[in-house]
C-alpha cells in the first residue's frame, strides 16, 4: 500500500497549495496584502533491499529507492513592494521600502503593538487616526495620534503637520527579515513572544507617500496559473488512488474467490 499513500500525500499537499492560492486571489484588491508562497518537500526516501538469489543467497542485493510522498513544509509571505493606487486622499498613505529593508506602520491591537502595510486610514469618531479595521495608528513614542480633521500633511519621511505645525511623527518600523514577523488576521504582523519590539526606521531610506496607498502584490495570472497547476497535480494523484482502488477491488472480490 505504499504507493496509495504516497497518491493522498500528493492530493493533500495539493489542497493545501489550492486553499493557500485561493486565500491570495481573495486579498488580490486588499491593500498592503502580500501573498503567500507554499515549499512543497519529499519525505525522504527509503533503500528497497531483496535477500537471497542464485548466486548469494545470505546476502542483501539492493533494489532501488521509492518516494514515500510529500507534504506542504511552510508558507511564506512575499514581501515585494506593491503597485502604489493614486485616491488624492489626505488619510490614505503608502509606504515605499528602502534597499535593506522593509517597513511597516506601526499600530496598536488591545494593548500590543502590531505591524501592517495597509496605509488604507480613516479618523474615527474620537478622532484618533486608525486602520479601517479599527486599529489605532502610533506615532514614534507608542501614543496614539489624535487629529482634528483630515486636513493634515504627512512629509515623506512620516512627520504630520496641520496649519504649519508638527502634531506628530509616524511610528515607522523596519526589519531586514520579515519573514521572522508571525502574520495575523486582518493584515496584521507581530513579533515572536519574546523577541521584542522593532526599531523604527531612523538611518534605513523609507518614504511616505500621502494620497496613495499600497495595493496588493498578488499577481492574478500567476496565481491562476500556480491554481491550475495544483489542480491537474491534484487530479493525477487521484486517478492512482483510484487505479488502486480497482485493484484492491479485484483481489478482494475476484482473486480471493475459491471456486466449489
Do not use: C, W
Not at 533503500?47 to 542485493?61: A, D, H, M, R, S
Not at 506593491?82 to 535593506?100: I, R, V
Amino acid at each position: 500500500m505504499r504507493g496509495l499513500s504516497t497518491a493522498a500525500s500528493g492530493m493533500y499537499a495539493q489542497q493545501r497549495k489550492t486553499d493557500l492560492v485561493t486565500n491570495n486571489l481573495a486579498n488580490m484588491n486588499t491593500p498592503g496584502y502580500k501573498e503567500s508562497q507554499s515549499a512543497i518537500r519529499a519525505f525522504p526516501e527509503m533503500l528497497l533491499q531483496k535477500v537471497g538469489g542464485i548466486e548469494k543467497p545470505n546476502l542483501p542485493k539492493e533494489v532501488g529507492t521509492i518516494n514515500t510522498g510529500v507534504y506542504m513544509q511552510e508558507t511564506l509571505p512575499r514581501y515585494v513592494q506593491g503597485d502604489l493606487h493614486q485616491t488624492n486622499e489626505n488619510t490614505d498613505l503608502a509606504l515605499t521600502n528602502g534597499p535593506n529593508g522593509t517597513v511597516f506602520f506601526t499600530v496598536e491591537d488591545q494593548n500590543q503593538v502590531k505591524y501592517t502595510r495597509n496605509g488604507r486610514l480613516v479618523i474615527d469618531e474620537e478622532g484618533i487616526l486608525s486602520t479601517t479595521e479599527g486599529f489605532p495608528v502610533l506615532d514614534r513614542q507608542g501614543n496614539q495620534i489624535t487629529l482634528d480633521n483630515d486636513q493634515f500633511t504627512v512629509t515623506s519621511n512620516g512627520v504630520i503637520t496641520m496649519n504649519g505645525n508638527q502634531v506628530a511623527q509616524l511610528g515607522i518600523a523596519l526589519t531586514d527579515d520579515p519573514q521572522e514577523l508571525i502574520q495575523e488576521g486582518n493584515g496584521l504582523l507581530r513579533t515572536e513572544e519574546g523577541a521584542g519590539e522593532l526599531p523604527f526606521a531612523d538611518q534605513e531610506p523609507f518614504s511616505v507617500s500621502q494620497g496613495f496607498y499600497e495595493r496588493s502584490n498578488v499577481d492574478p495570472s500567476r496565481a491562476m496559473t500556480e491554481m491550475l497547476s495544483a489542480y491537474r497535480s491534484f487530479e493525477a494523484n487521484q486517478k492512482i488512488v483510484q487505479a488502486y482502488d480497482r485493484s484492491l477491488d479485484k483481489a478482494v472480490n475476484e482473486v480471493g474467490k475459491v471456486n466449489g
